[in-house]
Structures are given as structure tokens and as C-alpha cells.
């Protein structure tokens, strides 16, 4: 493949990912606050307990498999239906081990109702499993253009769902069904559009055995992030209440909306495409610093954004029962300005090392979320939300420095990528709070709309006032897509 069309290729798949999760993102605010308004802070709470459970289990079912598979440069029908069969097999185990458990968790929380929809929710686990291969092979295909199509689909049929049973009065159930369909209906989308089926291939444990160190070690790292990244509602639910857990966790989501849609689309993408030119130093440093400074570009001014008009957003869309969730929200957007650029850094690992210094600095930044986590778990959910903060910042700074023996971005360069996005960001932010000074008295709906309106129209103006190398790079890819149709 060259250069060019590589380059294409990706430009193409970022296209239709981002158009995927934007449309995702949209369809999920919706109903987010259709469902948020019909059922109580409590329900969303209980569902946050369930949800840290199952990112843990399904980390475990795929334990790195998918990812070694894209990274190889041709895997065999042997090889992807050793790993389909292992999928198969750990989800179905992990669903027994955590229905079982389910009436102990029921008690240390106090919710008689999780081992009540324990049964129901874990069935998403072989869900997930069963598309976990159809999904790699369309990955390693560049064909995002179905799986965003597949995504968005499953996401609409289950958030009909969700909004279905919501307002027939099934409280945590509608979380429950929205959760398990969204699984039910990719795995039903991705096997109708897929010709691969395990029977095509002998079954050998060869393969797995063969590719186990590497994704062993990608397991072992994505397992202690999963559960890093969930302990913080672990304890919120035990020592406050449901109804703080609930609030914490609606301000995660309303971050992670951005956030997640936009990693998951980047990072879908790059990740088999940095594989490809690994070999290249030049090509990939700079591919790396671009994919840095798009993503800043765009994640900046959106976190920036939600800081300054969530007071507004949330009595708008919510009402005045969510406004708690506000002061959460807004700590909660700082991690979104760290978080995308560590991940991005973590790609580089996954593609350029052998796994090892990629579990090393796992447990070095697990060290120290454990100490932020030891200090701010007993103060307030408030301070939790700080030390998440400061935990997203040292994540990045850890992982970008680990990055630099990989490629030969400095962190000079970096900053000077980072940096003038970074100005503009922070001159639109002190004019969205500017303006709001003069429409505090209108209505909540007109001043949202006059900060929303002000902070994209002078961040594009800036940006395109001090031609900003962003800016640029994205006007090109969109002309090259334009010309191409």
C-alpha cells in the first residue's frame, strides 16, 4: 500500500468514524436526557456499580487477542477462530462466575436489586464475543465506513429500547436493556455482513498459545486501566450513596460522550494504520505529531466549551433535579484535555514495543492513582473528580515520555505543536465567559445558545486567523475527500 493511499485510507476511515460517533454522540445526549429526566439519580448509580463490573469482564474476554491480531501482518482462518472460540469460552465462564457473585455485591452495596438484573446484563458478554473477530477483520480491512454504520445502527435500535421502557416505568431495567441490546443488535448486524465463519477453519490451540505473550501483556495493562478507571464509582457507591454515584456518573458520561466518540474513532483508525508504517521512522513520528495536534484541535475548545456552559446545558436539558452533577462535570472536562493525547502516546507503545515497558508503566501510573485515590475517596466526590484530573495529566506526561524511545518527537516540538491550539483555546473560553456576563439575564436556552454560537464562531476565526497548522492539515484532507467524490 503507499503512502498516499494510506494516507487516504485513513483520512477516509477517520471520516467515517468521527461521522459515526458524532451521530452516535448526538442520538446518545438525546436520549440521555429523555431517559435522565423519566428515571431517578439512584438508578443511574446502580447502573455505574454493574457497568465497573462488566468493562472489567469484557477487557477479559477479548484479554488483548484482537488487538495482536491487527498488529499481524497476516493472520490465518486457524488464527482467528482459535481466538473466536477462546472469546466464546471466557465470556461464558465470566458470566457464571459474576452471576454467582452478584448477590454478594448486592449486600455490600445495599441494592437488592443488582442480583436481580445481574443474570440479564452479564448476557452481554458472549453478546460481545461473538463479534469480537468480525470486527477485527473489518478493522484490518479499513472498513469503518461499516463498522460506523453497525455501531450507529445498534445504538439507535437499543436506545428506542431504553427510551421504550423508560416510559412504560421500568426504572434501572430500561439501563439494563439498553446496555445488553446495543451488543445484541452489532453482533446480529456485524455476523449478517461478515463471510467469515469458524467453521471455515480447524480448531488448533496453537494459535492462541503463539500469540499469548504479547496480548497477555496488553491484557495484563488494559486490566488494571478497566479497573482504575471504574474504582473511583466503586467506592462512591459504598461510602456516599447511590444518589452521589449517580450524579458522578452522569457527569462522566456527558464528558466521556466527546471524549470516548472522538478517541475510539481516532484510535480505531490510527492504530492499524501506525502499524503499517512502523518501519518508517520518519513517516511515523510525524504521522504521530499530526494525529497529536488534530485531536488536540479538536478536544480542546470541546472541553473547554462544556466548562463554560454547563450551568446552563444542564438545567436546559435536565432540570434542576441533575444541577449537582455541574461542579463534577466541569473538574471531570480537564481530563478530557489529557486523556485523549495519553492514549494516542499508549498507541505508540502498543505498535513500536514488545509489551513489557507497556505493563511496567502501567503499574508505575497505578501507583500513583492509588495514592491520589488513598487521599481524595475519603474527602468528597468532589475531590475524587480532582484526583482523576491530576491522574489524566500524570498518565500523559508518563506515557508521552515513555513514547520519545520509540520515535524521535521531542518534547519541544510537541509543545510547539500543542501550544497554539492551546492559545486559541483559552481566548475562546475568555470570551464564552465574557459574553455570559452580558446574558445573564435571559433566559437559559437564549444564553446557551449566544456562549455556544461565540465560542465556535471565534475559535474558527482565530484559527484561521493565525493559520493555525491544524486547521490547515484538516481544510486539506477534507479538499482531497471532496475532490475524490
Not at 95 to 115: D, H, K, M, R, T
Amino acid at each position: 500500500m503507499g503512502n498516499g493511499e494510506l494516507k487516504d485510507k485513513v483520512a477516509a476511515g477517520v471520516a467515517w468514524s468521527i461521522a459515526e460517533k458524532v451521530g452516535s454522540m448526538l442520538l446518545q445526549m438525546v436520549v440521555s436526557i429523555v431517559v435522565a429526566r423519566l428515571l431517578m439519580p439512584e438508578d443511574f448509580g446502580v447502573m455505574a456499580i454493574m457497568t465497573s463490573f462488566t468493562a472489567i469482564a469484557l477487557v477479559v474476554v477479548d484479554s488483548g487477542f484482537s488487538q495482536t491480531l491487527i498488529r499481524k501482518e497476516n493472520p490465518t482462518d486457524e488464527e482467528y477462530k482459535s481466538v473466536f472460540v477462546f472469546n466464546i469460552a471466557m465470556s461464558v465462564v465470566l458470566y457464571a462466575v459474576l452471576v454467582a457473585i452478584s448477590p454478594l455485591v448486592a449486600s455490600y452495596y445495599g441494592q437488592p436489586v443488582i442480583a436481580r438484573i445481574a443474570p440479564v446484563l452479564f448476557l452481554l458478554l458472549p453478546a460481545n464475543a461473538l463479534c469480537v473477530i468480525q470486527n477485527t477483520i473489518f478493522t484490518r480491512q479499513f472498513r469503518f465506513g461499516l463498522l460506523s454504520k453497525a455501531t450507529f445502527a445498534s445504538s439507535l435500535g437499543a436506545d428506542i429500547v431504553a427510551i421504550a421502557m423508560a416510559l412504560a416505568g421500568c426504572g434501572v431495567w430500561s439501563l439494563v436493556g439498553q446496555r445488553l441490546a446495543t451488543l445484541v443488535f452489532k453482533a446480529a448486524i456485524l455476523w449478517f455482513a461478515s463471510d467469515w465463519r469458524p467453521s471455515s477453519a480447524r480448531l488448533t490451540a496453537a494459535p492462541v498459545k503463539e500469540m499469548a505473550p504479547f496480548s497477555l501483556r496488553l491484557l495484563s495493562t488494559d486490566i488494571i486501566s478497566t479497573l482504575y478507571n471504574n474504582i473511583a464509582q466503586m467506592f462512591i457507591g459504598k461510602i456516599y450513596s447511590a444518589d452521589a454515584l449517580g450524579y458522578f456518573n452522569q457527569a462522566q458520561k456527558f464528558k466521556d460522550l466527546p471524549v470516548t466518540s472522538t478517541m475510539q474513532a481516532v484510535q480505531s483508525v490510527t492504530y492499524p494504520a501506525l502499524s503499517k508504517i512502523g518501519g518508517d521512522e520518519r513517516k511515523f513520528t510525524e504521522s504521530y505529531r499530526q494525529v497529536m495536534m488534530v485531536v488536540a484541535f479538536a478536544m480542546f475548545p470541546m472541553m473547554a466549551g462544556i466548562i463554560a456552559v454547563a450551568d446552563d446545558l444542564f438545567l436546559l436539558l435536565l432540570g434542576e433535579k441533575w444541577l449537582p452533577t455541574v461542579p463534577y462535570l466541569r473538574i471531570l472536562c480537564i481530563t478530557g484535555l489529557f486523556y485523549p493525547l495519553a492514549m494516542i502516546a499508549y498507541n505508540i507503545l502498543k505498535v513500536r514495543s514488545n509489551g513489557d515497558i507497556i505493563l511496567k508503566l502501567e503499574i508505575l501510573k497505578k501507583i500513583i492513582m492509588t495514592a491520589i485515590l488513598a487521599v481524595t475517596i475519603p474527602q468528597s466526590v468532589e475531590a475524587v473528580a480532582w484526583g482523576l484530573a491530576a491522574m489524566s495529566l500524570c498518565e500523559f506526561v508518563v506515557n508521552f515520555t515513555a513514547s520519545q524511545r520509540y520515535t524521535s518527537l521531542s518534547l519541544l516540538r510537541m509543545v510547539r505543536t500543542l501550544l497554539p491550539t492551546l492559545l486559541v483555546t483559552a481566548a475562546m473560553y475568555a470570551a464564552v465567559m465574557l459574553v455570559g456576563r452580558y446574558v445573564a439575564g435571559y433566559g437559559e436556552a437564549l444564553r446557551l445558545l449566544v456562549k455556544i454560537v461565540t465560542g465556535v464562531v471565534v475559535y474558527v476565526v482565530l484559527a484561521l486567523a493565525f493559520r493555525l497548522e491544524a486547521a490547515r492539515e484538516i481544510i486539506t484532507v477534507l479538499r482531497r475527500m471532496a475532490g475524490k467524490r
